[in-house]
C-alpha cells in the first residue's frame, strides 16, 4: 500500500489553492512570453499598424480586467461567507463530524482555487500593461493574458453554479448519508482481504512505542513497515487498530522474532481526527452519530434515522460474506510480514446498531426499520455471524414491549418494515 499522503492532502484545504496560484503564474509568465513574441514579431516585420490596432484593443480589454480585479475578492468572500453558513447549519444538524466532507469537496476546493486564480491573473495582467503607447517601441501587449482573464472569468462563474448546487446538496441529509457510504465502501475496496489461519507468534520480542504527539491513529504506511520487517527477518503487530487514540509512549507495535529500529514508529500517522483511510468503522460512526442526533428531543426527527439505518444495513450487508479481524501482509515471497487487526463482524454490528436500538423503542418508525434491516442481514450471513444480529433484535424487543403500554402499540411496533412506516 502506498503512502497515504494522497489523503492527508485531500483533508486540507490549502494545498489546492496553493497549487493553482502558482499554476497560473507559470501560466502568466508562459502568455507574457507569448504576448512579447507576437509583438516582437510584427515590429520586426514593421507592422506598426497592426500592432496599434492591438494596443487599441487591450486598452478597451484593460477597463475589464480591473473590475474584474476589483470585483473578485468581493467575490470570494461572498462565496466564503456561504460555506461558513452551510458548514455551521450541516454541522448542527447532522453532526460535527461531516464537516471535513466540505473539506474534502473537489467542487468547493475547485471552486475557491479558480476564484483565486482569477484574482491574481487580474493583477498580474494589470502589472504587464506599458505605458508606451508608440507601435515603434511598446515592448509588450498583453491581448493573451486579457484573453485567459476573460476565460478564467467564464470558468468561474460555472464553478459557481456547479459550487452552489453542490453546498445545498451537502445540506441535504440524503445526499450526506450516500456520501459517507460512498466513501466507506471506497475503504472496503482498498482493504486487502486475507482468508486463512496465521501459525502462533509466540511471544513479542521487542516493542515500539509511539513518539509522537497524541492523538487518534490515522494510517499506516503499511509498504514500509511490510519492507522493514522483510529486511530484518521479523513481523510485526499493529497493536492499536486504525481510529484508536494513542498517547506517547505506548507500544504501537509488537515485534516478533528480533528488533527493529525506533524509527519504524514513523510510518504511523496521527492527527487529530479519524478519517476513511483505512478506517473500516468510520464511515458507520457518522452514520450512527447522525442517527442518534435526529432521535435526540431537540430534533425528533425519526425519518432520518431511517435514512441512516438505510445505509448502516447496506455497509453492513457488503461486509457479511468478507473475512473480519485481523489482515496479514505479505512480502513479496509470501511470508506474512505485519498483522493489522480490523474491527470483525460483531464490532461493526454493535458500531451500527447500539446507539440508535437504544432510542428506537420511542419510535415505531425506527424500531420497524430496523428490525426490517435485521432479517434481511440474517438472510446474508453465514450462521457464526447470526449471534450480534438475533442480539441485537432480541434487545429491541425487550426495550419495546416495556416502553409501549399498548398491545396494540407493541404489535406494530414490533412489526419488520423497510420503510419504517412508509
Known amino acids: 500500500m502506498l503512502s497515504p499522503m494522497r489523503e492527508h492532502l485531500r483533508d486540507t484545504f490549502w494545498f489546492a489553492p496553493v ?25 520586426d516585420e514593421e507592422a506598426y499598424e ?86 515603434r517601441y511598446v515592448s ?9 482573464t476573460l476565460f ?32 466507506s465502501f471506497g475503504a472496503l475496496a482498498k482493504q486487502p482481504w486475507y482468508v486463512g489461519e496465521l501459525a502462533d507468534l509466540g511471544e513479542a520480542t521487542d516493542q515500539v512505542p509511539h513518539r509522537g504527539r497524541a492523538g487518534v491513529l490515522r494510517d499506516v504506511n503499511v509498504a514500509l513497515l511490510v519492507r522493514i520487517a522483510e529486511r530484518h527477518g521479523v513481523v ?3 497493536l492499536p487498530r486504525i481510529g484508536d487514540f494513542v498517547v506517547p509512549g505506548t507500544p504501537i507495535l509488537a515485534v516478533h522474532g528480533g528488533t527493529v529500529p525506533r524509527r519504524i514508529g514513523a510510518a504511523v500517522s496521527v492527527g487529530v481526527e479519524r478519517t476513511y483511510h483505512q ?37 453492513l450487508a457488503a461486509v457479511a460474506q468478507r473475512p473480519l479481524g485481523a489482515v496479514h501482509h505479505r512480502d513479496r515471497r509470501g ?34 426499520r430496523m428490525l426490517a434491516g435485521i432479517d434481511d442481514l440474517l438472510l446474508l450471513v453465514p450462521d457464526v455471524r447470526r449471534e450480534p444480529l438475533v442480539r441485537h433484535r432480541t434487545l429491541l424487543r425487550h426495550l ?22 412508509g
Request: with cysteine.
Open 335 to 368: 511470508t506474512v510480514r505485519l498483522v493489522q487487526d480490523v474491527p470483525d463482524w460483531t464490532d461493526l454490528v454493535d458500531l451500527g446498531l447500539t446507539e440508535i436500538r437504544g432510542c428506537a423503542p420511542g419510535s415505531p418508525q425506527v424500531s420497524r
Open 140 to 148: 509588450t501587449v498583453p491581448l493573451v493574458s486579457s484573453l485567459l
Open 50 to 135: 497592426e500592432v496599434g490596432e492591438l494596443i487599441g484593443i487591450v486598452e478597451d480589454a484593460r477597463t475589464v480586467v480591473t473590475t474584474i480585479s476589483s470585483a473578485m475578492m468581493t467575490f470570494i468572500g461572498v462565496v466564503f461567507s456561504i460555506s461558513l453558513v452551510a458548514v455551521q447549519m450541516a454541522s448542527g444538524q447532522f453532526s460535527p463530524r461531516i464537516v471535513r466532507i466540505f473539506i474534502r469537496s473537489r467542487i468547493t476546493k475547485a471552486a475557491f482555487s479558480v476564484f483565486l486564480a482569477t484574482f491574481a491573473l487580474s493583477l498580474l495582467v494589470l502589472t504587464s500593461y506599458d505605458s508606451e503607447t508608440d507601435p
Open 236 to 238: 510485526l503487530r499493529m
Open 19 to 43: 497549487v493553482a496560484l502558482v499554476g497560473i503564474f507559470v501560466l502568466w509568465l508562459i502568455v507574457s512570453a507569448v504576448d512579447s513574441a507576437i509583438i516582437g514579431h510584427l515590429q
Open 279 to 315: 478506517d473500516l468503522g468510520f464511515g458507520l460512526r457518522q452514520l450512527a452519530d447522525i442517527g442518534l442526533r435526529a432521535l435526540s428531543p431537540a430534533v425528533n426527527d425519526p425519518t432520518t434515522a431511517v435514512q441512516c439505518l438505510d445505509r448502516i444495513t447496506q455497509i
Open 400 to 421: 419495546v414491549e416495556r416502553t409501549a403500554p399498548e398491545a396494540a402499540d407493541r404489535a406494530f411496533a414490533l412489526e419488520g418494515d423497510r420503510q419504517g412506516i
Open 152 to 183: 478564467m472569468v467564464a470558468l468561474s462563474l460555472l464553478l459557481f453554479v456547479a459550487y452552489v448546487n453542490s453546498t445545498l446538496r451537502l445540506m441535504r441529509v440524503g445526499h450526506v448519508v450516500d456520501l459517507i457510504t460512498r466513501e
